[in-house]
């Protein structure tokens, strides 16, 4: 027997979401139920409820950054029990025999992961996301949450803190490599505390000076502005990764320049328009221009244990269930410091 719950839902492109119920399947042999404590914001989830990336399936709930306590668990389900905290990230099923999935890069995997949310997992079943009271997930795909992380400033993590912990850690970012973080948002503010903790020297690529500050605060060695062209002069052949958080078209041959011998500059940002690029900038120093999504499951545990080992927590605002339409405005805006996450016992009739 399914089970009702509360949640926020989208319906059109130009239509605000609007709470309504939902279905939740029965327990599985290796399900586990959560009961919903913080759902995140992503700007993914916008794009999605906006239908601005194209592929929207109507109604959906977003959310794919969750955290919870594990309320029920089916027979089979060795690896949480009730009582467990807990968290859900960006997906939710993969084949787990291709080459990806067995590398624990599931999210690679090639038959297609299966989205939190707007997405059908291979028995048919249409996801829904996190803005909810409760959610089902198989147990592979449910991750633990340290004691040392509180529930709420966990959230973001499982998206916005793999996103950046996954790329940093695959080029090596520690200890004598000097990093560059490109914006100061969501993404990017997570990826400054993790790169400092990672031993890495940081420096941070804004649009402004306004975040310079904050900055410094979560570990950023070194501050500049991308809108004085001086930057680029001063910075030019300087750094062995730069990781872009926004999405928007740059210009790459600029940025490209600031990476010295074998550098790489990695796209985290889904920008509107192609990307271009003048081939010299790239050739020049023997440089790389790469892209990576979020991480597989047990790297993104990894991540977990490693940001409450070192007190790394996401920067929040906490709202309630309704005003979800008016920080979607405010995310778009670029209104928050530096993310929103929704508490969902707001969502309790």
Known sequence: MTTTVNAYIATAPDQPLSKTTIERR????????????????????????????????????PGHEI??????????????????????????????????????????????AVGTYNSTTYEGEFTHGGYSQQVVVTEDFVLRIPD????????????????LYSPLKHWGAGPGKKVAIIGMGGLGHVGVKIAHALGAEVTVLSQSMRKEEDGKRFG???????????????????????????????????????????GTFVELGLPEHPLQLKAFPL????????????????????????????????????????????????????????????DAATLAD
């Open 67 to 112: 955290t919870g306590t594990v309320s029920a668990v089916g027979a089979e389900v060795t690896r949480h029990k009730v009582g467990d905290r807990v968290g859900v990230g960006c997906f939710v099923q993969s084949c787990g025999e291709c080459g990806p999935c067995k590398d624990g890069d599931e999210q690679y995997c090639v038959k297609g």
């Open 283 to 342: 050739l020049n120093n023997r440089r790389s221009l790469a892209g990576s999504m979020v991480g597989g499951i047990a790297p993104t545990q990894e991540m977990l244990d490693f940001c409450a080992e070192h007190g790394i927590g996401a920067e929040i605002e906490t709202i309630s269930a309704d005003g979800i339409n008016e920080a979607y405005d405010r995310v778009v805006d670029s209104d928050v410091r530096y993310r929103f996450v929704i």
């Open 148 to 163: 040392g992380l509180k529930l709420d400033v966990a959230t973001p993590l499982l998206c916005a803190g793999i996103t």
């Open 26 to 61: 029965d327990l599985a042999p290796r399900d586990v139920l959560i009961d919903i404590a913080y759902a995140g914001i992503c700007h993914s989830d916008i794009h999605t409820a906006r239908n601005e990336w194209g592929g929207t399936t109507y109604p959906v709930v």
């Open 220 to 262: 950023a060695d070194h501050y500049y502005t991308t809108s004085d062209e001086s930057t680029f002069r001063t910075l030019r052949n300087e750094f062995d990764l730069i990781l872009n958080t926004v999405s928007v078209n740059l210009d790459l041959n600029q940025y490209l320049s600031l990476l010295a011998v074998n």
